[in-house]
């Protein structure tokens, strides 16, 4: 035993174990777990149970049901017949539940502590210290937000029943970011935890019951993903699924919900980048490495796997970092005093071997702690891989483990696009004292939340979700809650009827048959015959002369499609009206192209913008007799209609115009000595599928609010009434547009709409037209996890405010970034 001196001198660590006798006793009262459904613990329909294990000992931990397709089924029917009393329970008293449940969260904190810690094998200290108080916050946090819906969130109603699916490395964080928002606004859930960690889950289901929450408003289904997980994704009365996890499940997700009316957001992997500038405070620099890639033994989806560091401090730093990684303590997670706990499951650790030694073939140098890991359980050492390149598996791919790569950089444009170099885009942190230059490369790098001098820091008050492949839509803040809300006049699900759609030139002259006579049509309230739209406008020129041929509009030029066929376009009174040219996918890779590269665009500042779109208006305006000439011609409106039509879409423009120097973020309140900066930024290059209807105003309604915040578009016009588009190219290059900024591709829209909705290069497809068509769309953006917003065939009025423009667009223009900066000395 060592003497007091010797301990003076070592300054060791003892042993500090939580004792785990009282989270056994809960769990063995509880043996075998059953599933909660309707409020009440049901034994599964197939009588099937699993172990879940201790991973620090290898040992069995608990017996735990397996959900059956029939139980998910009876777990969503318990959820909409809880919705209907649910969704029209008053905001306060939604309020008083999951403030009870917060409270019951605290008062119970210690037992979901340890249970936490050994069905995971993280440490006591971060389920004790990080884990459990942000749960009990975010319910909270959540309490205010059903209490301020009526106020805060005027004419929004909630979504209906959610799946909620969530992973192994922050079962009750993950728990809390789902179930909280989801209740505050007035939904009920189905959620099913991750096989190796369902413990927490079941003790909240508890905890759902001591609370008297009304039955069926949460439902836990433990169980496989290939049947449980499968089963929720695919059920047919869920309204909305809601997934962190792997992005290959992500996608396979994406692909299962394509065209069924489910909302969806995901919260997926990461690679973020760890930038390190020459100016940094060095040591704190280090507890930060610690934090970001040995917090949770790096099984983080935001962990900071990527360190960047300028060249000149390399050496300084890895040497620093090296002498902190000697003096990690890992081992048993209940102890207090360790720093570094068990990874999830056998699996899990094969795979971070794997792709160690994947990166040392591949060049990497490999540095560990002299010291050696427990021999029991499953332990992984801090790692650490210099002689890395860019493009090695390491650097890109994710290992969620405590395994850090490091690179270096020479400038900060260097570190920006070192940054940026990944698939992902979750999160960053980065360093210097120079705060000129730590928001400079914030604002650049791709990423849902950038931590500066800091990392991993959440709270319920700041918004979480990625860019790019690491998924979309947005856990936390104000943003959060748009996941779980919905405006109320939008209806849900697909439309069972397709409207009617052109498909060829064949198909439109028989449709414009259909719709109108040589000397008019029936108006929209029929019977009534409107005349033929020459009589309506004496004085203007005659109709154009059918051999002009609209082009296409691409990177500010007017260009001839790439396959060399032109479509005719036929008017309401079957009269030929000229042809448009047939874009192929060669002409879409041109405008994407084009859209990219004039990404400079975002950078303008929103007065610029806002010029813009008033000189668009203003010049539509002293065309707006031509634009409701053509608008007649094609669709044969009424000369009012056509008009209004025209006015609505000058006004609209003007609406933007007044956004794009409006539509701000916000500052959150998030605790602790830092403002967190929710920053709306632009999604990128934007492909707008335009509906049939409203050719003109359909088009600027989606134009207008994609551009005013800084993307830039590729736009398929109406297939049917395609002039409107071409006709405005005029205006757009008579009124300062920087060439890239919208292009125009006429042509077969739902093949386009496909080459778009597939193309890689793109960051967001808004589609307006089919059911099927909104399902091919949702499908092919699985590919790079593309955001999607697309109708289920439904239409919404465009000549209305409330469908027709406003925030809603906004925010699929946008994602929000959060940004913190703490401060102080
Ligand atoms: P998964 O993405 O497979 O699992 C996450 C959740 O989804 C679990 O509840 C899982 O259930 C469920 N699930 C899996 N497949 C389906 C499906 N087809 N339909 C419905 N639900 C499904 O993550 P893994 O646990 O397999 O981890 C693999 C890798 O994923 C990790 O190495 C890591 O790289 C990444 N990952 C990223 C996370 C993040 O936060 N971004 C979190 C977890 C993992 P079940 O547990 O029953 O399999």
Known sequence: MASVADIFETMEYGPAPEAAAPALEWIAAHQPFGLFIGGEWRKPSGGSYADSANPATGKPLARIARASTEDVDAAVKSARRAFEGWSKTP??????????????????????????????????????????PLVARHFYYHAGWAQLMSSELPCMSPVGVVGQIIPWNFPMLMLSWKIAPALAMGNTVVLKPASYTPLTALAFAEICREVGLPPGVVNIVTGDAREAGEALVNHPDVNKIAFTGSTDVGRHIRKATAGTGKRLSLELGGKSPFIVFDDSDLDSVVEGVVDAIWFNQGQVCCAGSRLLVQENIEERLLHKLRARMERLRIGDPLDKAVDIGAIVAPVQLEEIRRLV??????????????????????????????????????????????VLVAMTFRTPAEAIALGNNTRYGLAASLWSENINLALDVASQLKAGTVWINSTNQFDAASGFGGYRESGYGREGGKEGLYEYIRPAWEQLGIRDQEPEISGDGAHQAQAALQ?????????????????????????????????????????????????????????????????????????????????RAASGWASTTGHNKAQILYYLAENLSVRAQEFARRIIQMTGSAEEEAGREVEASIERLFTYAAWADKYDGAVHRTPSRNVTLAMPEPVGAVALVCPEEYPLLAFVSLVAPAICVGNTVVALPSERHPLSATDFYQVLETSDVLAGVVNIVTGPKETLAKVLAEHDNMDSIWYFGTADGSKTVEYASAGNMKRTWVNYGHSRDWLSKEQGEGREFLREATQVKNIWTPYGE
């Open 515 to 595: 719709n109108g006579h040589s000397d008019g049509h029936q108006s929209k309230d029929g019977g009534e015959l409107i005349p033929n739209p020459q009589h309506l406008t004496p004085g203007l020129s005659a109709l154009p002369s059918i051999d002009r041929t609209p082009k296409l509009f691409i990177g500010g030029k007017q260009v001839r499609p790439d396959s060399g066929y032109s479509a005719f376009v036929y008017g309401a009174n079957s009269s030929l009206l000229g042809e448009v040219g047939q874009g192929n996918r060669k002409d879409i890779r041109n405008a994407v192209e084009a859209a």
């Open 357 to 402: 030694e994947l990166g040392r073939k591949e060049g990497a140098t490999l540095w560990q702690p002299s010291w050696a890991c427990p021999a029991e359980g499953c332990f992984y050492p801090p790692t650490l891989l210099t002689d890395v390149s860019p493009a090695s598996t390491v650097a890109q791919t994710e290992i969620f483990g405590p």
């Open 91 to 132: 905001g306060h008293v939604r309020a008083r539940y999951l403030y009870a449940i917060a409270r019951q969260i605290q008062k119970h904190s210690r037992l979901l502590a340890v249970l936490e810690s050994m069905d995971n094998g993280k440490t006591i200290r971060e389920t004790r210290d990080i884990d459990v």
